[in-house]
């Protein structure tokens, strides 16, 4: 019964929509230009793109505005070597972003603002369990980054200062809402669960996450960019209080309170540093290194996985812990401009996984990625500046992980037929291809 109450409860909860933190320009990038380039922009991003990559990189025009359009084709697949659903639940994604930056007071404060929305279904929230949670609601394993992560709408405020004629310091913030939610359900009688009262009532507190960025441009062929976005969430949190009349000679008629505390969506903090330089006039290569604190994530049960050995002990056995692993995101970019008015672009990221090797209770599943991108510009002179028409695609490919997982790790000695979740293993794999335009106005 208490299962079932929950369960409902949070089913409506997820249809709730609010602002979340930038889950697509994690997973993709900003715009056509930045995903083309490996999203290697830490230094060298100066348009309403800076928002995101480095909020003290828009000092570096006076004014822009675009508009991005993002279409991404998912193929991902999760399948268990023995009993249970193999996943291929894979759903297309597409979104609009759109920015603009302004230059007040002689060219020393700046601010932009970018905003990104699905066009497809906006905000749905769903959440999945990498335990046996997950047998009671669909017995599938799911990928913990990549699913029901990209139809968060993002909006990212920034203001920054041109403090030196080769320093800049900029800082934004990351709007998100945080649901604080009751329901009362009643059951004039538990034998027949088709009878079924519910009110429900839900206030949404803003909150925010802070993205502050420092930048070095002693020229235009060489700058040095810092910035570092913190870990921020999408919890529902709250209670729902039941109330039963029981069955004649039942001993379960009465009240009780089922606590609602659930993460939708966790995203961890990272922070770049990055190069741009040009060797060229026409030639400029970027690269950065990204650290992001995944050893502070938090899944959908509000804990974080276990990072402390475990002892079987039924055998006496010792396994290492599951806990999650900071990670480093090595990024290189290439811009070469042919003729003024044609630029083409390449990149290349590689994203190592954060999550352990999963022997014990848990099954978050997620792979290495090798992401590569291109992308070519055509730039036509407007007025006192460029308008850019850009295109891009991107392949993200997911290495071929195997799971091997025992049949006693974790089980109750004394409950006859408990198996380790997820034996005796799974496969994961797959690719997410993505495509975007983008129109673009710098001065």
Request: charged share 15%; net charge negative; with cysteine.
């Amino acid at each position: 019964m208490r299962k079932k109450v929950l369960v409902f409860t949070a089913g409506l909860l997820f249809l709730l929509s609010g602002f979340a933190h930038a889950s697509v320009f994690d997973m993709f990038g900003v715009d056509a230009t930045g995903i083309a380039m490996g999203n290697a922009r830490t230094g060298s991003a100066d348009d309403w793109t800076a928002t995101y990559y480095n909020p003290a990189g828009i000092t570096q025009t006076k004014e822009s505005e675009g508009v991005n359009f993002l279409v991404a084709v998912n193929h991902l697949s999760v399948k268990p070597f023995g009993n249970g659903l193999q996943n291929n639940d894979n759903k297309d994604i597409e979104g609009i972003s759109v920015g603009m930056t302004h230059t007040f007071i002689a060219d020393f404060i700046h601010v932009g603002i970018s905003f990104y929305t699905p066009l497809g279904d906006t905000q749905q929230q769903i959440t999945h369990y990498a335990d046996p949670s997950e047998a009671f609601l669909t017995n599938k394993l799911y990928f913990e980054f990549l699913e029901n992560t990209t139809e968060q709408q993002v909006i990212l405020p920034t203001l920054a200062f041109r403090v030196l004629p080769f320093l800049s310091i900029g800082g934004g913030i990351s709007l998100f809402i945080k649901s604080m939610t009751y329901s009362h359900e009643y059951f004039p009688t538990v034998n027949n669960q088709s009878i079924w009262y519910m009110n429900l009532s839900n206030t949404q507190q803003y909150t925010y996450v802070a993205n502050v960025g420092i930048l070095f441009h002693p020229s235009n062929r060489f700058k040095v960019g810092f910035s570092y976005m913190s870990a921020d969430d999408f919890p529902i949190v709250g209670a729902a209080f039941v109330h039963l009349n029981g069955v004649q000679g039942l001993p379960i008629a009465g009240n009780f309170t089922q606590t609602i505390n659930t993460i939708l969506f966790y995203s961890p903090a990272h922070a770049s540093l990055g190069v741009m330089y040009k060797p060229l006039e026409n030639l400029e290569l970027n690269g950065d290194i990204t650290w992001v604190g995944y050893s502070s994530y938090i899944d959908n049960h509000d804990v974080r996985p276990q990072n402390e050995s475990y002892t079987d002990p039924s055998t006496g056995v010792t396994y290492t812990g599951q806990g999650f692993n900071d990670i480093y995101v090595p990024k290189l970019g290439v811009a070469y401009k042919p003729v003024e008015t044609v630029c083409l672009m390449g990149g290349y990221e590689y994203i190592p996984t954060p999550v352990p090797p999963q022997m014990r209770m848990t099954n978050y599943v997620d792979n290495v990625k090798n992401v590569l991108s291109t992308g070519v510009s055509y730039i036509m002179p407007y007025e006192e500046g460029h308008i850019h028409f850009t295109v891009d695609f991107q392949g993200i490919i997911l290495g071929d992980r195997k799971t091997y997982k025992a049949i006693a790790v974790d089980a109750d000695p004394n409950t006859a037929g408990i198996q380790n979740p997820g034996y005796p293993g799974y496969e994961s794999k797959g690719y997410i291809y993505d495509a975007g335009f983008a129109i673009s106005y710098e001065r």
